[in-house]
């Protein structure tokens, strides 16, 4: 098949790391030939494509496709996503994330491209969005829905959401998870004598992390705020947050006045191959965000054996959970956050128990050739 995936840009992040692995995957094991258009990878959150590109990958871009409403600009993006297409004549245009699937939709479905696929990443409107815009963001989503033959969710939790705000009837959306390389996260283990030394971690000590952007509600305030009765109380807890953004210095500034700087440590911006190595180092997840469809993070700490806590948003439910994966909590409830982290730091066994059997359950909900193969398979019937 042709096949042109485009996403607004290509910074580190799952939803970039899940296009790239479907990309990768068409290329090795259908012969595809595939596109990726994409605009500038601009932000502080480091481009992805520099050290994973795929030789036989053909890449465009288009200048002025921007994250940022831009009304000129994305005008602009939208010509050249249309001309671009109709360079390419492919059979299949799958696109990803907000800006770039509602412009590449239109473009595709005036082109009368044959099959024209969405991927819903997260929802691009949620509650806690001002009124105007989570309105016209919704109504973008209808206008593009009407646009293509198929939605993709990465989770249930989204399908279900889309569905309630009317953004297209049930039977056109597919579910299918994530795909990664689980072997990495499966052998973390490896890493974990090596990590914990370069971090300054003790054998004895039980070590939460935290994988997400220092961004709006990513929720790293939750955790803070938690941490000071679960170190009270068990002193041998420290916290690993991985990852780097905007909202450092505010975290830093909290973590400070809390008196926790010496239970808080910081890795800054890690590439995505870095990952298993820190959560090799980790006894226990905590995913505090707010809204995320299914955060990436939830399964690859599960397949590395860690046991999971997370508020109860959107897709966490169908990984995490209570007492058989970890600890599914109200969001923002940080008396049920401190009790769930404080139960598994006190129990190793209890830790590698649930850890083990959500293990067993990732291992065949997300190797990247699975997502990839029921990817094909909808394209296949599309064209059909």
């Known amino acids: 098949m042709k096949i042109v995936h485009i996403i607004t840009r290509m910074i580190v992040g799952g939803a970039q790391e899940n296009t790239l692995y479907n990309c990768t995957d068409l290329i090795n094991d259908h012969g595809d030939d595939v596109t990726l258009i994409t605009g500038p990878s601009l932000g502080p959150e480091?481009?992805?494509?520099?050290?994973?590109?795929?030789?036989?990958?053909?890449?465009?871009?288009?200048?002025?496709?921007?994250?940022?409403?831009?009304?000129?600009?994305?005008?602009?993006?939208?010509?050249?996503?249309?001309?671009?297409?109709?360079?390419?004549?492919?059979?299949?245009?799958?696109t990803h994330s907000a800006k770039a699937g509602l412009l590449g939709?239109?473009?595709?479905?005036?082109?009368?491209?044959?099959?024209?696929?969405?991927?819903?990443?997260?929802?691009?409107?949620?509650?806690?969005?001002?009124?105007?815009?989570?309105?016209?963001?919704?109504?973008?989503?209808?206008?593009?829905?009407?646009?293509?033959?198929?939605?993709?969710?990465?989770?249930?939790?989204?399908?279900?959401?889309?569905?309630?705000?009317?953004?297209?009837?049930?039977?056109?959306?597919?579910?299918?998870?994530s795909g990664m390389d689980i072997s990495d996260f499966i052998d973390a283990d490896s890493h974990r004598a090596s990590v914990r030394q370069e971090l300054g971690f003790s054998e004895d000590d039980i070590v939460v992390g935290k994988i997400a952007r220092l961004f709006d509600l990513k929720g790293h305030e939750y955790l803070v705020s938690a941490a000071s009765e679960i170190v009270k109380a068990n002193p041998a807890v420290h916290f690993l947050l991985v990852g780097d953004g905007i909202l450092r210095k505010q975290i830093e500034t909290q973590i400070e006045r809390a008196g926790l700087f010496e239970h808080f440590h910081f890795t800054g911006l890690v590439p995505p191959s870095q990952i298993p190595r820190y959560l090799g180092a980790m006894d226990i997840l905590a995913h505090t965000s707010?809204?995320?469809?299914?955060?990436?993070?939830?399964?690859?700490?599960?397949?590395?054996?860690?046991?999971?806590?997370?508020?109860?948003?959107?897709?966490?439910?169908?990984?995490?959970?209570?007492?058989?994966?970890?600890?599914?909590?109200?969001?923002?409830?940080?008396?049920?956050?401190?009790?769930?982290?404080?139960?598994?730091?006190?129990?190793?066994?209890?830790?590698?128990?649930?850890?083990?059997?959500?293990?067993?359950?990732?291992?065949?909900?997300?190797?990247?050739?699975n997502m990839t193969n029921q990817i094909r398979t909808l394209y296949e019937h599309l064209l059909a």
């Open 290 to 369: 707010l809204r995320e469809g299914l955060a990436r993070a939830l399964p690859q700490a599960l397949l590395a054996g860690r046991p999971v806590v997370s508020f109860d948003i959107d897709g966490a439910k169908e990984v995490c959970i209570s007492d058989e994966t970890g600890y599914l909590i109200e969001p923002r409830d940080i008396a049920a956050l401190e009790t769930a982290i404080l139960k598994l730091a006190e129990s190793k066994a209890l830790r590698e128990e649930l850890g083990s059997q959500g293990q067993r359950m990732c291992e065949t909900m997300y190797p990247h050739q």
């Open 46 to 94: 480091g481009e992805l494509l520099n050290a994973h590109a795929h030789p036989k990958l053909n890449m465009a871009v288009a200048p002025s496709l921007r994250r940022n409403i831009h009304p000129w600009h994305d005008w602009q993006a939208y010509r050249q996503i249309k001309q671009l297409l109709r360079e390419l004549q492919p059979d299949i245009v799958h």
């Open 105 to 177: 939709r239109w473009a595709a479905h005036r082109l009368k491209i044959k099959g024209i696929v969405h991927t819903v990443h997260g929802a691009p409107f949620h509650a806690y969005q001002n009124p105007l815009p989570r309105c016209l963001f919704r109504y973008c989503e209808k206008f593009a829905a009407r646009r293509c033959h198929k939605l993709i969710s990465v989770c249930d939790a989204m399908t279900n959401q889309l569905v309630a705000a009317k953004v297209a009837p049930l039977e056109k959306f597919a579910t299918i998870y």
